[in-house]
C-alpha cells in the first residue's frame, strides 16, 4: 500500500532563505506527482505536476525534483517571501489507478 | 474566472438530519472528486467520477452517496449526519480520466459540523 510522508510537519525560516520541502513514498510505481499548496482556510492549489518519466519541474522560484527509484521529491522554493507561508502538500498517483495518496503537509512560516 | 465552486461553505447539523454538498466546475474537465479533510488524516478520497454518470466508491464512502448530475456537476449527500462527519470536504476536477487525469484542481471547501 502506498504511504506518503512528508518530513518537517512544520518549518520556520526567515525571509529570503532558499528552503526544500520533502515528500516521501513507499512505492516506486506511480505515474506522476504533484505539488499543492493550502493557504489557512482554503483550498489546495496546484503548484507543479511532475510525470513519472520526468526528473523535474520548474515554475517561478519554486523548483520540484522526483527520483522514483529512491522514492523521493523535493520542492525547492528559492528566495522566500512571508507571502510563501502556507502549508504544502504532496501527492502520489499509482501507476494502475487515479487515486491520488496525500502526504499530511509542511507547515511553512517564512518570517519577515 | 470561476473554476471549481462548492456550497454551501459552511454547514451545521444536528446528528440525524440529511444535507447535500454542491460542487460546479466551469473547466470542461471530465473527472470530478469528493475529499475530506481531517486534522491528522490527510485528504481522504470520497468518490470520484470519471463522466456522467458514473461514480467509483474512494477510501471512505461510507454515510455517503453522490450523484453527477452533468459534466459540470458533482452533489455529494449525507442521507443521516453523524458526527464523525464532521470535517472540510473539497470538490476537485482534472481534464483527463483513469490513470492520466492531469492536474487536480480544487474548489474553496465546505466546512461541516455535525452537532
Known amino acids: 500500500k502506498q504511504e506518503v510522508t512528508q518530513i518537517p510537519a512544520a518549518l520556520s525560516v526567515p525571509e529570503g532563505e532558499n528552503l526544500v520541502l520533502n515528500c516521501s513514498f513507499t512505492?516506486?510505481?506511480?505515474?506522476?506527482l504533484q505539488w499543492f499548496r493550502q493557504d489557512p482556510g482554503k483550498g489546495l492549489t496546484s503548484l507543479l505536476l511532475?510525470?513519472?518519466?520526468?526528473r523535474e519541474q520548474t515554475s517561478g522560484r519554486l523548483n520540484a525534483s522526483l527520483d522514483k527509484s529512491s522514492g523521493r521529491s523535493t520542492l525547492y522554493i528559492a528566495a522566500s517571501q512571508p507571502g510563501d507561508s502556507a502549508t504544502y502538500l504532496c501527492?502520489?498517483?499509482?501507476?494502475?489507478?487515479?487515486?491520488?495518496?496525500f502526504g499530511s503537509g509542511t507547515r511553512l512560516l517564512v518570517r519577515p | 474566472n470561476a473554476g471549481v465552486t462548492q456550497t454551501p461553505k459552511f454547514q451545521v447539523l444536528k446528528t440525524g438530519q440529511s444535507m447535500t454538498l454542491q460542487c460546479a466546475q466551469d473547466?470542461?474537465?471530465?473527472?470530478m472528486y469528493w475529499y475530506r479533510q481531517d486534522p491528522g488524516m490527510g485528504l481522504r478520497l470520497i468518490y470520484y467520477?470519471?463522466?456522467?454518470?458514473?461514480?467509483d466508491k474512494g477510501e471512505v464512502p461510507n454515510g455517503y452517496n453522490v450523484s453527477r448530475l452533468n459534466k459540470r456537476e458533482f452533489s455529494l449527500r449525507l442521507e443521516s449526519a453523524a458526527p464523525s462527519q464532521t470535517s472540510v470536504y473539497f470538490c476537485?476536477?482534472?481534464?483527463?480520466?483513469?490513470?492520466?487525469?492531469?492536474?487536480?484542481?480544487f474548489g474553496e471547501g465546505s466546512r461541516l459540523t455535525v452537532l
Open positions: 473547466m470542461n474537465h471530465n473527472s
Open positions: 501527492a502520489v498517483k499509482a501507476d494502475s489507478s487515479y487515486k491520488l495518496i
Open positions: 511532475i510525470q513519472s518519466s520526468q
Open positions: 512505492d516506486s510505481a506511480i505515474y506522476n
Open positions: 476537485a476536477s482534472s481534464r483527463g480520466a483513469g490513470v492520466d487525469t492531469g492536474e487536480l484542481f
Open positions: 467520477s470519471a463522466s456522467e454518470g458514473t461514480t
